[in-house]
T-cell receptor
Framework: GQNIDQPTEMTATEGAIVQINCTYQTSGFNGLFWYQQHAGEAPTFLSYNVLDGLEEKGRFSSFLSRSKGYSYLLLKELQMKDSASYLCALLDSNYQLIWGAGTKLIIKP | DTAVSQTPKYLVTQMGNDKSIKCEQNLGHDTMYWYKQDSKKFLKIMFSYNNKELIINETVPNRFSPKSPDKAHLNLHINSLELGDSAVYFC???????????????FGEGSRLTVL
């Protein structure tokens, strides 16, 4: 079966850097997504990784290690507006999206 | 212009009633989805349509019936509502080729259903 784990909640300081980890177990893999979801709003796409390595997109970067079943989302120069839930989602061999429960990120001044 | 729009955004109703949620996308995408997000924030796929054809039908009660009159619309009708149906229902779309989720998902704003 498939399983996705990510921390329930994290706290960081404005201007700092935070890394949100996601570990997964799956028999087949077609990529891993990160989405951002502000409270009461819809999830919005952040990144998609299918090959090992780091993908950088502005202040946000996403890393994947397929052999370790591990990904992280790195947020730099944190802003108050980054307070949100960050959802890790795995695309399995049947192209089904399996979602993690999300990590609630709290930014403090 | 709103890319994926769904109505109503809030819905409060009594157990046993029947209700519908409508979704429209103006992105020209071929694939549309209904997701349920419960109080624990897990997103669960319910249905997926590609060009009006059903391609994913997860284990949901048959009280839930999706309808896609054209590829830009995917509506969700729920019969005999139960307390456990209370959740936020998200519509989404993607540019797929029949394989779901090959592209990024664009979500609607969600419809919060409360069953009393």
């Amino acid at each position: 079966g498939q399983n996705i784990d990510q921390p329930t909640e994290m706290t960081a300081t404005e201007g700092a850097i935070v890394q949100i980890n996601c570990t997964y177990q799956t028999s087949g893999f077609n990529g891993l997504f990160w989405y951002q979801q502000h409270a009461g709003e819809a999830p919005t796409f952040l990144s998609y990784n299918v090959l090992d390595g780091l993908e950088e997109k502005g202040r946000f970067s996403s890393f994947l290690s397929r052999s370790k079943g591990y990904s992280y989302l790195l947020l730099k120069e944190l802003q108050m507006k980054d307070s949100a839930s960050y959802l890790c989602a795995l695309l399995d061999s049947n192209y089904q999206l399996i979602w993690g429960a999300g990590t609630k990120l709290i930014i403090k001044p | 212009d709103t890319a994926v729009s769904q109505t109503p955004k809030y819905l409060v109703t009594q157990m046993g009633n029947d209700k519908s949620i409508k979704c429209e996308q103006n992105l020209g995408h071929d694939t549309m989805y209904w997701y349920k997000q419960d109080s624990k924030k897990f997103l669960k796929i319910m249905f997926s349509y590609n060009n009006k054809e059903l391609i994913i039908n997860e284990t949901v009660p048959n009280r839930f019936s999706p309808k896609s009159p054209d590829k830009a619309h995917l509506n969700l009708h729920i019969n005999s509502l139960e307390l456990g149906d209370s959740a936020v229902y998200f519509c989404a779309s993607s540019q797929g080729d029949g394989q779901p989720h090959t592209g990024e998902l664009f979500f609607g704003e969600g419809s919060r259903l409360t069953v009393l």
